[in-house]
Each structure stands twice: as C-alpha cells, then as structure tokens.
C-alpha cells in the first residue's frame, strides 16, 4: 500500500515550516558570524592581511667612522654577507636548519640557538642564523636554493677595523643588543638582532654612531616570494666620531709595551686631551661581530694577563713611588718640610714594633726633598707621611683628581682608592691606625690608583695646578661634514698650590730622569727634557725576585716633557714588570720620542737602503727608537735590579 | 509521450537561482585561479564545461518521471554499497585516502553517488512504512543500518566530510519523518559511547588534528591550522563592501590554501565583502526554502521525501562549507555546491537539482 500523503494529519506542513525555520537560523547564524568577521573585526583581520602580503626588510645604516685626531681612519665598515631566515616561509624547519648546518659547515646547535633567539618576533621578520659569510658559502647556499625556502642571504655593513687590533680597548666593539638592554629606554628604538655598541667609544658613543636603519617594503605572495618593492625608507650613516687620539702615538705606545701586560695613557698636559689610550693585551674586536672561534675565546678568558680587561681605565693599582709626588706636595705645602729639609735614611724605619724598610737596604744616608725624589727614598717618605697623617695625605691626593672616576665618558670608569680614616671606619668598621699611614706615604697600603688618574696628576703637575677632564673625543661630525658636537678643554678644577711647590717637585722629577742616581734614567731623550717618576708597586708582601709572574711586583712611571714648557704627560704600568725604571721607563721614552717625532722636535731617523738581491731594499734596524742608554750610572743601577720601591 | 503540462510546469525560478549561483561561481574562479595561469586549460573554462555537462544530466534526469527511482531505489543503493567494498579492497590510493575505483576512461568515487542514493533509499523505504506517531526505536532500527553501512564505509576510506554529509541528509529525512522524543533521547544516549569509540579508535591522526586546530588555529598556524587562519583573515579582511574583483590580496597572493575548490567562498567574500556573501547567503536560503516548498506542494510521499532529503544535501553542504571557511566548523573539505571548482560535485548536485526540477513539473501528475 502506498501512503501518498505525509506523516502529519496536515500533510506534511508543519514539518516542512520547522526544517524552513531550522535552516533559517542557521543561515542566520552564518551571517552573524560573517557580520562578525567583515564588519565588526575587519580591521583587525584587515590588518592582519596587510602584514601577510606585506614584509618590512631592515636595511641596517652603516655605523660611523672612527678617526684619530688627524682624520686617520681607525674604524670603518665593510661589506659583509649573512644568512636569514622568515620563519613564515619555512615549511620544515628541521630540514632547513640540517641543510644549512651543511651547506655552511656550521655547528647545528649554533644556528638552532640562534633561531630560538628570535621566538615571540613577527613571523615575517628576518633572522639572521649565520653572519660574515664567504663568497663561496654564499654562492653555495644560491645554488641551493630551491631546498632552502624562506632563507635570504643579506649584505650589512660591519665593522673594519683599519689597525687590526690597535687601540681595541679603547674602540670596543660591537655584539647583538642583548634583551635587557632592548628593554631599556636607551635602546628603545633598536630590534633585536641589532649590533650596538658593547664597550668603550663604540658603547660610550652609539647614539651618535648607530645612524637610523632604513628598510624596504616588499609584498610577496604565499611562498615569501619577492613581488615588488612598495615602498623604501633609506637608511643614514651613523656620524664620525673623531677621537683626540693620535695614530702614530698609538701605535708607539703599543709596540713599546710589546708582550707586556699593562697599561700606557699619553695626555696634553694643557688640554686634557687623550693623546694614546692603550691597555695591553688588546684583543681583536672584529671577532666580537663575526664568529669568536671557541678557542680564542678560551684562550682570551684563560690568559693570566687578561687581555679582555680595560686596564688603563679599569685597572687600579697601587702608584707605587709615584704618588710620593702627593706625599711631598702635602709636606710643601703644609709646611712641613721645605727645600732644605733632610732626613736621615739608613735603610729601615721603626715604627712601634714595626719596621719599615727602604728599597736601598743600606740606606740613602742625608736625604733631602730633591734626592728623595731622585732616588725614591722610602725612608724620607714614611717620616713625612707620619707627620702629615693619613687624612692630609688624602686631602692632596684628592685635590689632584685621584680617588674618583675622572668623567673621561667611557663606562665603568675606576676612581681607585685614597684612604683616610673614616673611609676605614665606614669600609671595615675599624679605626685607623697610625703605623698605616706610612705605606700610604708610598704609594702602597690601601692606595689604588688609574692610568688615567696617574696621567691627570703627572699633567697637572706638570701644568701647575689645572686639572683637565681627561677628553677623548675631539668632535661628532655628520654625514654632510657638518660638526654637530666640538669639544674645548674643560677644566675640572685646580690645585690651587703655591708655585714654589710645584717647582721643588718639578726639578725632583727632573733630577728623577737627568740626573746621576735618578731611577727614571731609562726615560732620558737627548732632545727634549724629560722630567718623571719611577713606581714599583708590591702585589704580595715580602716580594722577591724571581717569584711567578703573577706575584710579582708591578712597574709604575709617570713623566711629562718637555720640562720647561710641558706638552705631553703620560703614565706607563707595566704589570708585574717589577721596576719602574727598567719596565716602565723605557716605554715612556719611546711614546715620547715618538710624540716628539710627530711634532718634528726629533728628527726621525732615515733608513738607510742598500741594495739587495733582485732589487729588494731593506731598511736598517731603527737604532734610535732602541731604549736610550743614560751614561751615568742610574742606569747600571737600575740594570742591577736595584730600584726603588 | 511528452506532456506539454510538464514544459508549462517546468520550475524556471529554480533553475534561475542556481543558475546566477553557477555564473557567481565562475566569475569568482576566474579570479580566485587568475594567479593559476601556466596551467593548460584556465578553471573557469573547465568549470564551464562541468556546468554544461551537469545541466545535461540535471535535464536527463528531470525529463524522467521520478517514480521510476522508487522502483531502482534498493538496486542502486546496493550497488554503490558494493562499489564502496571494492573501494576498500582495490580502490585507487591517493593523498593518502583511497576513495576511488579506477574504471579504465576515469576514476570514480562512489561515495558520491551515495549522498543521492542513500536520498533515494529512505524517500523509497519511508514511502512505505506505516508511521502513526513518529519512529520508535524499533523504528529506527532498519533505516540506521541502510545510513550506518555506508556511512563506516566512506569513514573509513577516509573521507569524513562525505560520511558526515550521508548521516545528515539521512538523519534530516529522519527528521522530516518524525521521530519519537523517546527514541531521540535513547539514541543520543547511544551515540555517546560510539562518538567515544570512533574518536579513540576510528579518526586517523590528521582527523584529529583538525579537529584540534579548528578549536585552536594559533596551534599550528604554519600546519593545519593555516586554512582557517588565513581564510578568516580573507574573509575578514574582505570587510562591508570586498576589495573588489581580482583584488583579494589573501587570494591573488596564494595565502589561500585551495582558494578555487572548497575555499572559493573565502575568495568572494574577500572580493565582495559582507554585501556580496548577504546575497550569496539569501540565494542559498532561497534555494533551500523553494526545494522544502517543492516537497510540501508535492502529493506524494515518496516526492516529498525526496526534495527534501536534495534539500538537505543541498543544505548541509553549504553550511559545512561556510561553516569551514569562517572558522565555524572544522576543516573537512566538502565543496560549496554549484560555486564551488570541481566536476563530482557539479554533477553531484545537478543532479539534486534535476530531481527537485522532477518533482516540481510533476506535482500536477498523478
């Protein structure tokens, strides 16, 4: 039998009305969340597909040149090639990175880390994975490119360093803007994987340095495929910074220290300019933004004379000898002792129960101010370092600049130490004792000082009483030449001491390297008066000769010349050198023959060329710039090991 | 002998609608493929021809009294269910899902012909059955194993989207036939342990997946989640008034995963905005609401049966489909009828209109 009418008394009616009704609200349904998607999130999805079509390529600005204070280049850029990745348009990111570990010959792990690095960036944003690439790398990784979707090869500037490792202390050198720094306001602007200054002027500097990144708008389609440029924002260079470092002066400093570990500043005595800025042993900065090979890194953290630390501005040592300067300023100036003033040295001074020796053990005899200077008489000095007390001491000291940082605008500058009684209490929560006062005399005890600070106080000495801050940058000029920033001298302030002091302390220095006994004769020129003061700063107590490296004494020199009318102060450590007239001295002299040179008060010496084999010339050994042998007998004496503590 | 009522009779408003969908369709493949051009024939003129050879059959089919079916009905419906076996036991493998029968011109793909067979089975099984106050569960018993075969057939292929499309067309008719509350409440409550058993054991992993990636996209927005990411940024993006023809950056850009098959609509909508996808929307509901008013003006219950269950192909597949491209249902590839690129289900729905057209031009008859 057939049923020709529908289930319900009403034929079916009713039935169909509910499936209309149901479908009507489905339907409705869907157009609601059409309503949702195209009206009311339209903006957002419209955005949303402008950042799928649309990706931003940073160009990176080339960073500005570093010069010296006569326009030579000391750090430009170069052209180099990196590997990036848009993680959007990478379908297997295993495969990718297994390919590329091959085709650059890379550890997997490094590339892995480095693509890590950027999680939580846009999707579309490159990611550098492997930089300074060969050319034949480059040329490999074209050739495959069809199994590396998603991977752009970029060409950035980065750094050249035209002097290789010259100076690298006081450049610094650049890394990946880390994430704290990218959350500080400083770096606001910058993105990650950005290089930005990590140490000295290149850190100190990178506002006026870094330039402004320009970038390219590109649309590509699906695959991340390039289809047009839409739009390009150019990038600018950053400005040149010009220092007030000289090149030759440089370059001088450092080959002097040779395989020394330690420390030379070099400055204008009437300026406060930074003429040689040098901390040994450097380190080659360019490693820093390439790829540090895990081997030189280890050997640069494992070698016992730290060539990654900034000791001309991070070093602080004791000055030795040389702050006997301070010690005979305070007695002058205080009264206590005058020119005619001797004491009587025998080798050793008791104090209480305690002995204090002098470096010569059978004693200077009938000391007074100028030998005391001239031989560095420990004995002269523990007398008048009694006297004065601690806290006179530390009042002269201060009014040179020495216990604090000297604002020359690197980070991390070192102030040192100058003690005084309440800087005991307050740091160890014990008083002072008087039998402390007399290594303080010296130089030695808590006293630290900087090679920057031992160079401000030998120029001002040597300028009689005007403190400069110590200046490393001459001018900022921008791109189209235009100075932005000059700078003048700037005075820190004066000593306001009496000229007599200045000129018993001056001929002292003076009778230190000129003179017969003097221990500063390995500093001599025969051109130029060179007046100075030897520094030998104990490590351990009970220093002896012959001890390992690590204990042995460092050797300290400050000088300035020339002697009537002072250009050019500068202060040597050589570290764990021993003897400041045998470690440091020489060095001093060789900075300043070479300053001298420059300035065409030396004439420098003309190689000799003889006619080689095949044509070849050959220059002659450069006998002048060998350490000058004084003809009198401080320098026998300093020969013998016999300097001053 | 051919009755001149019938021409008198034929339902012009039909095939209008679904007409203007098609012409919607390809002017829409036209710019969805336009970034497709080295390819041999361009879609929108294959598309064409599929039109052409779909209206053919709708025409074949419509020029035959529809009783006819009810005496085929069972013949047919056991021979797609022996094509869906041979499927599985010497089907053609591809993509991973064996889904077709290699017949030496083409391939063919049973579980198509089903979603019309299975249309024709229970119109042809209900038209019988003496119902008084809706099924029992004693009722139901018969009807759930003609759906359930070839529902686990097509499941396990796998094709889920035509499994899922078969057991809503069957389980709308059942609907339509009415359905005791007890019965329902009973099935549902069986349905629970067996939606538990087909998740744990009978979904492959990527089924799984889509189903993850459909409740959250941002999962694996490169992977499975794409399709939905960037077709509701299309759709989106489209916002009041589209981009404009062949503007839709997500599609001419190919961020669109199959933009001119299951994803089209994301296309227009990209194109035309919400005021294009209201009239597309209106179209649809149009079509659906004039194919239930075929099968209220029908006479016979086997006629009505069977627009409504073309109705309810016809249906779900839109919602599916839309539901798919706006983020409202998981990924499960099933075309949108007539805009859709793609011959089988041209044909397929076709041939739904061809019946609807049938019944209409025959209501008269008897």
């Known amino acids: ?645 | 002998m051919f009755d001149r009522r019938l021409f008198t009779n034929f339902d012009w408003t039909l095939l209008g609608v679904v007409l203007l969908i098609t012409a919607f369709g390809v002017v829409n493949i036209y710019s969805a493929s336009s970034s497709y051009r080295d390819i041999g024939t361009p879609y929108y003129l294959k598309q064409l021809y599929w039109i052409f050879a779909g209206l053919i059959l709708c025409l074949t089919v419509c020029s035959l009294d529809y009783h006819m079916l009810e005496d085929f009905a069972y013949w047919l419906y056991g021979g797609v269910l022996v094509l869906l076996v041979l499927v599985l036991v010497a089907g053609k493998t591809s993509m991973g899902a064996t889904r077709w029968i290699h017949l030496g011109f083409f391939n063919m793909q049973p579980s198509e012909p089903m979603k019309i067979v299975i249309i024709m089975t229970f119109a042809r099984f209900f038209s019988r059955y003496p119902i008084f106050k809706g099924l029992t569960l004693k009722d139901l018993v018969y009807p759930l194993l003609i759906l359930g075969a070839p529902a686990l057939l097509i499941m396990k292929q796998p094709d889920l989207g035509t499994a899922v499309l078969v057991s809503l067309i069957g389980g709308t008719m059942l609907l339509f036939v009415g359905v005791r509350w007890s019965a329902l409440a009973s099935l549902f409550a069986a349905a629970l342990p067996i939606v538990y058993g087909a998740w744990t054991f009978g979904l492959h992993d990527y089924q799984k997946n889509r189903i993850y990636n459909f409740l959250n996209p941002d999962l694996d927005p490169l992977g499975s989640g794409y399709h939905i990411i960037q077709s509701k940024i299309a759709v989106g993006s489209g916002a009041t008034f589209g981009k404009g023809f062949m503007q839709g950056t997500q599609s001419q850009l190919r961020f669109l995963p199959e933009q001119h098959t299951d994803f089209a609509f994301s296309v227009f909508a990209e194109e035309w905005g919400f005021a294009g996808c209201l009239l597309m929307l209106t179209l649809y509901l149009f079509l659906i609401l004039w194919g239930l008013s075929i099968a209220k003006r029908c006479n016979d219950r086997f006629g009505s049966l069977l627009a409504v269950g073309v109705s309810a192909m016809l249906f779900w597949h839109i919602v599916i489909n839309m539901g798919m491209v706006i983020g409202l249902l998981p990924v499960v590839g099933v075309p949108l009828p007539f805009f859709s690129y793609g011959g089988t289900s041209m044909v397929t729905s076709m041939v739904g209109v061809g019946i609807l057209l049938n019944i209409s031009m025959r209501r008269f008859m008897f």
């Open chain 1, 1 to 645: 039998m057939k049923h020709n009418i529908l289930p319900d008394d009403d034929g079916g009616g009713r039935r169909i009305i509910g499936l209309s009704l149901g479908a009507f609200a489905i339907f409705f349904l869907l157009l609601s969340r059409l309503w949702y998607l195209q009206v009311v999130n339209a903006d957002d999805l419209m955005n949303q597909s402008e950042n799928n079509r649309l990706r931003f390529v940073p160009v990176a600005a080339p960073r500005g040149a570093i010069l010296d204070r006569n326009g030579k280049v000391l750090v430009t850029n170069t052209p180099s090639f990196s590997v990036a990745v848009i993680p959007q348009d990478v379908k297997d990111k295993e495969q990718l990175i297994d390919n590329l570990a091959r085709y650059l010959n890379l550890d997997r792990n490094e590339i892995e880390t480095k693509w890590n690095k950027g999680q939580g960036r846009a999707k579309y944003y490159p990611l550098v994975v492997a930089s300074g690439i060969t050319r034949d790398q480059m040329e490999f990784l074209e050739e495959n490119r069809l199994s590396l979707s998603g991977v752009n090869i970029e060409m950035k500037p980065i750094r050249a360093y035209a002097n290789g490792t010259l100076a690298s202390h006081l450049l610094g050198y650049l890394g990946e803007v880390n994430e704290e720094e990218l959350n500080s306001e400083k770096y606001q602007e910058y993105n990650a994987g950005d290089y930005i200054g990590k140490s000295g002027i290149e850190r100190a500097w990178e506002s006026y340095l870094h330039g402004t990144d320009g970038g390219r708008q590109i649309e590509v389609d699906a695959r991340g495929r390039f289809l047009r440029t839409v739009a390009e924002t150019g990038s600018s260079v950053g400005n040149t910074v010009m220092l007030t470092v000289d090149l030759n002066l440089q370059k001088a400093a450092e080959q002097a220290m040779g395989d020394m570990a330690g420390a030379v500043v070099a400055m204008d005595v009437n300026t406060g300019e930074i003429l040689a800025f040098s901390s040994n042993p450097d380190y080659d900065p360019a490693l820093f933004t390439g790829r540090m090979p895990p081997d030189t890194w280890k050997q640069y953290l494992e070698d016992e004379r730290h060539p990654l630390e900034n000791k001309a501005l991070k070093g602080m040592y004791p000055p030795g000898s040389t702050f006997k300067i301070i010690t005979a300023i305070a007695g002058l100036e205080e009264g206590l002792i005058n020119e005619n003033t001797t004491v009587e040295c025998n080798g050793s001074y008791k104090f209480g129960n305690a002995t204090f020796r002098c470096w010569e053990h059978k004693g200077h005899g009938t000391v007074n101010l100028r030998r005391s200077l001239r031989e560095s008489c420990d004995v002269f000095y523990y007398k008048l370092a009694e006297r004065l007390g601690v806290n006179r001491i530390a009042a002269y000291a201060k009014r040179f600049g020495l216990g604090a940082p000297m604002g020359i605008g690197l980070e991390n500058e070192k102030g040192g130490i100058i003690p005084t009684e309440q800087w005991k209490l307050k740091r160890f929560g014990k008083k002072w004792f008087a039998g402390e006062t007399l290594p303080v005399g010296i130089g030695q005890g808590y006293v630290l000082t900087t090679p920057v600070q031992l160079a401000s106080m030998i120029a001002t000495v040597a300028n009689e009483g005007k403190i400069y801050r110590p200046q490393l940058v001459k001018r900022v000029v921008d791109a189209d030449g235009k100075v932005l920033k000059e700078f003048t001298p700037q005075l820190a302030g004066t000593t306001g001491l009496k000229p007599e002091t200045y000129r018993l302390v001056k001929e002292g220095l003076f009778a230190v390297v000129n003179e017969p006994r003097g221990t500063g004769g390995m500093a001599r020129l025969w051109e130029v008066k060179v007046a100075g003061k030897t520094g030998s700063s104990q490590v351990v107590r009970d220093s002896k000769a012959g001890m390992a490296y690590k204990y042995r004494d460092h050797a300290l020199f400050v000088a300035f010349a020339p002697y009537e009318k002072p250009e050019i102060a500068v202060a040597v450590v050589v570290e764990h050198g021993e003897h400041g007239g045998s470690a440091a001295a020489p060095v001093t002299a060789k900075v300043l023959r070479a300053y001298f040179e420059g300035k065409g008060v030396i004439k420098k010496p003309v190689p000799k060329v003889q006619p080689q084999q095949e044509g070849e010339a050959v220059a002659e050994p450069d006998r002048q710039a060998a350490p000058q042998a004084p003809p009198a007998t401080p320098a026998t004496e300093n020969r013998s090991g016999n300097t001053d503590r």
